[in-house]
């Protein structure tokens, strides 16, 4: 399956400050998918970006407070901006492993970034 | 708004029993299914997928699937207890291909 090097681990940043979070997968992936899970809560798509366009955000979330990069098919990068303390959750993100109909198709997320804003 | 249900729990058994979580989703047009397994402080953790009525299994993880009554489940036989962990349903759109989670249970296998 493929491989999702996500950084940083943790981060402990000042509200008012941006963080940049940055996945890299060992495979060429057409899609890549970043999450928010709050504490004791369950995941929420935050946006999908794909290589060469602009991301396509959910509900809730926008580009201004969110922006993505996705230079090209193996990279992305996901940037929590004017971080104030309810930001504070772990961010994942995810691309679509195996084909599709196979036994073990699925998604992989990367190891995740726990972020607290004080 | 399109929906997955799960019981939060915590659902608690003892080590060697089996453990069945299960989960309910609001869109009929869903074609795959799929268990992840989060332990704490860690990512999500693909345990299984499935597609098509009836059962699937995968060493001691039987995933169970009725799109009639719109629920799926996942029985782990012989739990232990680095089981323990929350175990999250997911559903993709079937529209636009998006997961949609569950709240997650919380299992916990006591030795």
């Known amino acids: 399956s493929a491989v999702i090097s996500q950084k940083p681990s943790r981060d402990i940043c000042q509200r008012g400050t941006s963080l940049t979070i940055q996945c890299q997968v060992d495979?060429?992936?057409?899609?890549m998918f970043w999450y928010r899970q709050q504490p004791g809560q369950s995941l929420t798509l935050i946006a999908t970006?794909?290589?060469?366009?602009?991301?396509?955000?959910e509900s809730g979330f926008v580009i201004d407070k969110f922006p993505i990069s996705r230079p090209n098919l193996t990279f992305s990068t996901l940037t929590v901006s004017n971080m104030s303390p309810e930001d504070s959750s772990i961010y994942l993100c995810?691309?679509?492993?195996?084909?599709?109909?196979?036994?073990?198709?699925?998604?992989?997320f990367g190891s995740g970034t726990r972020l607290t804003v004080v | 708004q399109k929906e997955v249900e799960q019981n939060s729990g915590p659902l608690s058994v003892p080590e060697g029993a089996i453990a069945s979580l299960n989960c309910t989703y609001s869109?009929?047009?869903?074609?795959?299914f799929f268990w992840y397994r989060q332990y704490s402080g860690k990512s999500p953790e693909l345990i299984m997928s499935?597609?098509?009525?009836g059962d699937k299994e995968d060493g001691r993880f039987t995933a169970q699937l009725n799109k009639a009554s719109q629920y799926v489940s996942l029985l782990i036989r012989d739990s232990q207890p680095s089981d323990s962990a929350t175990y999250l349903c997911?559903?993709?759109?079937?529209?636009?291909?998006?997961?949609?989670f569950g709240q997650g249970t919380t299992l916990q296998v006591k030795p």
């Open positions: 995810s691309v679509e492993d195996y084909r599709r109909g196979t036994a073990n198709y699925g998604y992989t």
């Open positions: 495979s060429q992936v057409t899609m």
């Open positions: 970006a794909n290589q060469g366009s602009e991301a396509t955000y």
């Open positions: 869109d009929r047009g869903s074609q795959s």
């Open positions: 499935i597609y098509s009525n």
């Open positions: 997911a559903v993709e759109d079937g529209n636009t291909g998006k997961l949609i």
